[in-house]
């Protein structure tokens, strides 16, 4: 066992891992936040995105024990006191999601989307940085569409725009 | 997974002697091929050294002609950096082609040369440019370092440090991605240096990447998109696998090829 010390959502989480544990696992099973969700297993599908020190990776596909030291963000946390984050109030709104498996990984990697190019999205840079979210049922139209409006709500009302 | 035991040096030196005196321990870099490998357990390594923690291997910098990127650098940085964009621009937009933006903040140089999986983007980039691989006891060039399916020259208890890849003339790569992978069907490298043209090509040869040199010296002569017309990639030495054929796959590298060509403006 190895012990973790890191931030989750804000909060400081020390445990005692097996240096195999993914960290979607530790997420999922040791803090029980089952928001984030594994679709694959194989780093193809980006249901289990979440921002490691601010940017979007696979949690599947990296280890507990390399969060060590890290801030993790998680989809459990970016809504305020019960208030949705932008992102989350526009796919709503859009429609953006049905089953809504995809839907945490979809969010996440579009936070980490403005986070890069700004709250200006056209079309075509959506659809080219979802490369790695996979969705089985709503044909992408509506994400797309969310993404675009929840990057410019997130422009038009910076201080609810921070991801983390 | 099975169990292995986990390490993270701070310093390279310490890599290499756990890499020495350790059972069966294998370098973690981003983990982006390594861990999907573990998961199938198609590798059972007694311990992973965690190379994330050593300040050395990460980071870009320039001196004189010379671009050094550490092993330990992100696909995401490479892409982004303003001193690549200056020195190589070829090369970050290449490592901005590597898989979704969720690998590439992860996945590092060093590991994906160290891989050296026949499909990989860097490769091209290493053997195109004239690359030179830094390690903790000696110098590679890309010429010698690539040897054959996930082959290269480095020894068991081998780290890559840095790449270093020397000023070049106007170069492009374009590549055909596999549209569920992401990895290159095809991927070309064209390089026009001062003295002669060099294609270096991924995704398509037997023995992983190689230097088309029947391209290399039709546009050497010509430097023009059509000058590719009259030769063609042998199919039989191309892969062949569910994903396309060797024909197929052939015929791609001569379409990236032009693109590259045109790209670089013949
Ligand atoms: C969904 C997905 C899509 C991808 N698409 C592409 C793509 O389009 N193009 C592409 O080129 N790649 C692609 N990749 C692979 C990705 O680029 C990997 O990051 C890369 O191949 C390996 O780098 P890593 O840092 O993750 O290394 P790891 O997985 O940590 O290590 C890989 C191997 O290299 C060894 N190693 C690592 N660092 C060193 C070092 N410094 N010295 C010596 N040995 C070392 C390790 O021991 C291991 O054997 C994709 C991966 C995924 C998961
Ligand atoms: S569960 Fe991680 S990429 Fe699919
Ligand atoms: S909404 Fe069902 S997978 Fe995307």
New interface residues.
């Given amino acids: 066992m190895t012990k973790i010390s890191l931030t989750v959502n804000g909060k400081s989480v020390s445990a005692e891992v097996e240096p195999r544990t993914l960290l979607v696992q530790f997420l999922r099973e040791k803090l029980l936040l089952t928001g984030t969700h594994v679709g694959c297993d194989t780093s193809q599908c980006g249901a289990c995105v979440v921002h490691v020190d601010g940017s979007a990776v696979k949690s599947c596909t990296m280890l507990a024990v390399q969060a060590d030291g890290a801030r993790v963000t998680t989809i459990e946390g970016i809504a305020q006191g019960g208030v949705l984050h932008p992102m989350q109030e526009a796919f709503r709104e859009h429609h953006g999601l049905q089953c809504g498996f995809c839907t945490p990984g979809m969010i996440m990697s579009a936070l980490d989307m403005v986070n890069r190019l700004g709250p200006i999205l056209d079309e075509s840079a959506i659809r080219e940085n979802l490369d790695g979210n996979l969705c089985r049922c709503t044909g992408y139209h509506n994400i797309v569409k969310a993404i675009a409006a929840g990057a410019a709500a997130m422009g038009a009302n910076p201080t609810r725009a921070a991801a983390e | 997974?099975?169990?292995?035991?986990?390490q993270?040096p701070s310093f390279s030196q310490d890599a290499v002697s756990m890499m020495r005196s350790l059972e069966e321990p294998k370098l973690?870099a981003g983990?982006?091929t390594l861990?999907?490998t573990?998961?199938q357990r198609l590798a059972q390594p007694g311990t992973?050294v965690?190379l994330?923690r050593i300040p050395d291997l990460s980071g870009i910098s320039v001196a004189g002609d010379v671009l050094r990127i550490g092993a330990m650098t992100r696909h995401?940085e490479v892409a982004t950096s303003d001193l690549v964009h200056a020195h190589s621009p070829a090369l970050a937009e290449l490592a901005g082609m590597i898989?979704?933006?969720?690998?590439r903040?992860?996945g590092t140089i060093g590991g994906s040369l160290a891989n050296n999986d026949p499909s990989a983007d860097y490769p091209a980039a290493a053997l195109a440019l004239g690359a030179t691989l830094v390690t903790d006891r000696r110098r590679l060039a890309a010429s010698d370092f690539f040897r054959g399916l996930f082959e290269t020259a480095l020894e068991e208890d081998e780290l890559i440090l840095a790449v270093e890849f020397p000023k070049s003339g106007p170069a492009a790569y374009r590549k055909f991605r596999n549209p569920?992978?992401?990895y290159a069907m095809a991927g070309v490298f064209v390089v026009r240096g001062a003295d002669g043209v060099r294609v270096a090509v991924t995704g398509v040869g037997q023995e992983g990447v190689f230097r088309w040199k029947e391209a290399e010296a039709a546009l050497t002569a010509r430097f023009a998109p059509d000058a590719l017309e009259g030769i063609a990639l042998d199919p039989h030495t191309a892969m062949s696998d569910l994903h396309g054929d060797g024909a197929y796959r052939a015929q791609l590298t001569k379409v990236m090829a032009r693109r590259a060509v045109e790209a670089i403006g013949g």
């Fill in positions: 997974m099975y169990a292995f035991d986990y993270r973690l983990g982006q861990l999907p573990l998961k992973l965690d994330s995401a898989g979704d933006p969720a690998v903040n992860r569920a992978s992401r």
